[in-house]
């Protein structure tokens, strides 16, 4: 079982990396909320969402999703 959730883990913080890197943000941050329910907040995937925002500039409502997400 502790394999399975470790896979589980590493796959969504591949696809969080995939989804920075090809602009999809909104995706990003949605999956990032899903990732906190189950593996709990991860500093190293806000800071990934920070670069990402801060690199591509999206629209006001996923820097306001983003907000929602880090204050949580």
């Given at each position: 079982?502790?394999?399975?959730?470790?896979?589980?883990?590493?796959?969504?913080?591949d696809?969080?990396h995939?989804?920075?890197?090809?602009g999809?943000?909104?995706?990003?941050?949605?999956?990032?909320?899903?990732?906190?329910?189950?593996?709990?907040?991860?500093?190293?995937?806000?800071?990934?969402?920070?670069?990402?925002?801060?690199?591509?500039?999206?629209?006001?409502?996923?820097?306001?999703?983003?907000?929602?997400?880090?204050?949580?």
């Amino acid at each position: 079982m502790q394999r399975h959730v470790m896979q589980r883990r590493q796959r969504q913080l591949d696809e969080l990396h995939d989804l920075c890197r090809s602009g999809r943000l909104a995706r990003a941050i949605d999956l990032a909320f899903e990732h906190f329910a189950v593996f709990g907040r991860e500093d190293e995937i806000v800071d990934l969402l920070s670069d990402a925002i801060a690199r591509l500039d999206p629209a006001p409502s996923v820097r306001q999703r983003f907000a929602e997400l880090t204050s949580a």
